[in-house]
């Protein structure tokens, strides 16, 4: 069973362009959770999706970020008119559906963004 | 804020002893989880402790959970160079959708 797939695993984009990262989650999941790491700090929760749905979206910026899990294909995280700013890692999480038990939530690799 | 806090920020130590993290976070949780991230890599799962656990054991790891104090422990006993790495505690908040909140981690050396 693979793990959460990201890609571009880096991702480097001029001020001003749109940045795409995808998230495929394990096999069998169907709650995808993105965050932002910048330097030197934690995890910040940015949105939470189950198919077709957004959950949470309280860690997003309200302008120029957008997320979407669709019924078919990865997640995506897309955001607009890049800055400086928005370096930093992107990582995806996945968790199963109605896995309560555990509430575990599977990572990966993350997307290194580099605006320039 | 509700983010934890780990404590020590930094943790330097020689092969074979032990080491202890701490993390302290804000309102009532559904569980709390330790993470390990070693440098510009993803997060690897090591441990959850649901809020009516005290204490959970995995190989050399043992987490404590006190939810009175609203705190939790991470030790790592006979530590190995290979431990080296960045020590997240996240929790699940109650009344709160799945998200995770992160502390900002203990950053930990192994010296051999």
């Known amino acids: 069973n693979a793990g959460v797939m990201q890609n571009p695993r880096h991702l480097v984009r001029r001020r001003g362009q749109e940045a795409r990262l995808r998230c495929s989650p394990m096999?069998?999941?169907?709650?995808v959770y993105w965050y932002r790491q910048l330097p030197e700090e934690g995890l910040k929760f940015m949105v939470y999706?189950?198919?077709?749905?957004?959950?949470?979206e309280s860690g997003m910026p309200k302008e120029r970020f957008s997320a979407e899990f669709p019924k078919e294909g990865p997640s995506i995280l897309r955001i607009q008119q890049v800055v400086r700013g928005d370096s930093a890692a992107y990582f995806c999480?996945?968790?199963?559906?109605?896995?309560?038990?555990?509430?575990?939530?599977?990572f990966g690799p993350g997307t290194r963004l580099t605006v320039t | 804020s509700q983010q934890g806090e780990e404590d020590p920020q930094a943790l330097s130590i020689q092969e074979g002893e032990n080491a202890t993290m701490n993390c302290s976070y804000k309102?009532?949780?559904?569980?709390l989880q330790w993470y390990r991230q070693n440098s510009g890599r993803g997060l690897v799962h090591l441990i959850l402790?649901?809020?009516?656990?005290r204490e959970k054991h995995s190989g050399r790891l043992r987490v404590t959970l006190d939810t009175s104090k609203k705190s939790s422990s991470l030790l790592i006993t006979a530590s190995r160079a290979a431990d080296t790495a960045s020590y997240f505690c996240?929790?699940?908040?109650?009344?709160?959708?799945?998200?995770?909140?992160f502390g900002k981690g203990t950053k930990l050396t192994v010296n051999p």
């Open positions: 096999k069998g999941h169907s709650h």
């Open positions: 309102t009532s949780i559904n569980n």
């Open positions: 999480a996945s968790s199963p559906l109605g896995d309560r038990v555990s509430y575990e939530q599977y």
């Open positions: 999706l189950q198919k077709e749905n957004i959950i949470d």
């Open positions: 402790i649901r809020s009516n656990e």
């Open positions: 996240a929790t699940e908040y109650k009344g709160g959708s799945e998200k995770l909140v």
